[in-house]
């Protein structure tokens, strides 16, 4: 599979519920604002914004640092040349850089990572004619 079309997947199940997730208590303040269910103005409506901000982004982060492993995993496994899928990943905002501080906002198991792991090396090895340790 082309790095490129992994990447179009990573949108899919990383980007938009991480953006979904982020974007919607915004939403939500602003028609409860527009509705007069909240005030949207002064200390109270900072406070409710305020809110809504830091709830929308955690919820986006947390998606993105659960969901990044397991798309990792997957295209680790469908895509031959792990290196250009990286750099096209990091190029659509998908990834991090590597050695990046954010990128240990991942979360993932011991297992998933020892995968991870596996797979690159395995892959790494196949490209330089080396058996895989």
Not at 14 to 32: D, H, Q, R, Y
Not at 94 to 110: F, K
Request: proline content about 6%; glycine content about 6%; some cysteine.
């Amino acid at each position: 599979m082309a790095p490129e079309v992994a990447v179009a997947r990573a949108f899919w199940t990383v980007k938009l519920p991480s953006l979904v997730l982020m974007f919607t208590p915004w939403i939500c303040f602003t028609i409860l604002g527009k509705l007069h269910w909240i005030p949207t103005m002064g200390m109270a409506g900072f406070k409710w914004f305020l809110a809504a901000f830091l709830a929308g982004f955690g919820a986006g982060w947390l998606v993105w640092s659960l969901q990044v492993p397991r798309w990792r995993r997957w295209a680790y496994e469908h895509v031959d040349d792990i290196e250009a899928l990286k750099l096209v990943a990091i190029e659509a905002g998908v990834l991090w850089p590597e050695g990046h501080p954010l990128e240990r906002t991942e979360l993932a198991s011991r297992c998933l990572r020892r995968k991870i792991r596996e797979i690159e090396n395995s892959k790494a090895s196949s490209k330089t004619g080396a058996p895989a340790s």
